[in-house]
């Protein structure tokens, strides 16, 4: 089944760590995404790329860095940089344009030990 | 001018009343609408969408609304039930500038037995 695979499910990060996520998605899909949730501010959009070797900032990019080597790949590394990393991190994909809705993976729930 | 904005955060229904979610938006290039619904522990998933040369769209149970001219759309779930209780989110975009998604913050339904 195609689908967009997050993981871990759960991470643990001790302070002055980097840790990183990874979304994998085989649904040919040329746009990828990274989303934070945190409890009563909706989705916030942190990176997002329409193609590979390519990507922007969105709303909330600092303390974080993506890379887009491969179309099914688009890993999020949370740096040391990020003072309040604790969230629920979501990604996402889409095909580029068009009035097409994006795919959500399970995410991965990040807590600071 | 990029907000949505989404009312109420948090709603609770009696099972087999109707439930109603609101949203708002100021950038008028906006054409595309999308809802989401998302269970604890998951990524959103597309419930239903609409374009703006229509007014209405119906899939089963749920209906989205939408007056172009107050720039508000509107989720209604009728005959809501307890499998409903989830947090929906409406979101946005321009789809001739890519495929960025505007998110509103959310509402958690909540529909008792």
């Known amino acids: 089944d195609g689908g967009i695979t997050q993981s871990p499910k759960y991470l643990f990060r001790k302070e002055g760590q980097n840790v990183t996520l990874s979304c994998e998605q085989n649904?040919?899909?040329?746009?990828m995404y990274w989303y934070r949730q945190d409890p009563g501010q909706g989705l916030r959009l942190i990176y997002y790329?329409?193609?590979?070797?390519?990507?922007q900032k969105g709303d909330i990019a600092e303390g974080y860095s993506v890379s887009r080597e491969k179309k099914e790949s688009f890993p999020l590394t949370v740096t040391s940089a990020q003072k309040n990393p604790t969230a629920f991190y979501l990604c996402?994909?889409?095909?580029?344009?068009?009035?097409?809705?994006?795919?959500f993976g399970d995410g991965t729930r990040l807590s600071i030990l | 001018q990029q907000q949505v904005k989404q009312s109420p955060q948090s709603l609770i229904v009696q099972k087999g009343g109707i439930s109603i979610i609101n949203c708002a938006y100021e950038?008028?290039?906006?054409?595309?609408f999308p809802w989401y619904q998302q269970f604890p522990g998951k990524g959103p998933a597309l419930l239903i969408a609409?374009?703006?040369?229509?007014s209405e769209k119906k899939e089963g149970r749920f209906t989205i609304s939408f007056n172009k001219s107050a720039k508000q759309f509107s989720l209604h779930i009728m005959d809501s039930q307890p499998g409903d209780s989830a947090t929906y989110f409406c979101?946005?975009?321009?789809?001739?500038?890519?495929?960025?998604?505007?998110f509103g913050e959310g509402t958690q339904l909540t529909v008792n037995p």
């Open positions: 790329s329409q193609i590979v070797n390519d990507f």
């Open positions: 950038n008028t290039a906006f054409d595309y």
């Open positions: 979101a946005a975009k321009v789809v001739t500038s890519g495929s960025r998604l505007t």
């Open positions: 996402a994909s889409s095909i580029t344009g068009g009035d097409q809705p994006q795919h």
């Open positions: 649904l040919n899909h040329d746009a």
């Open positions: 609409i374009r703006p040369d229509v």
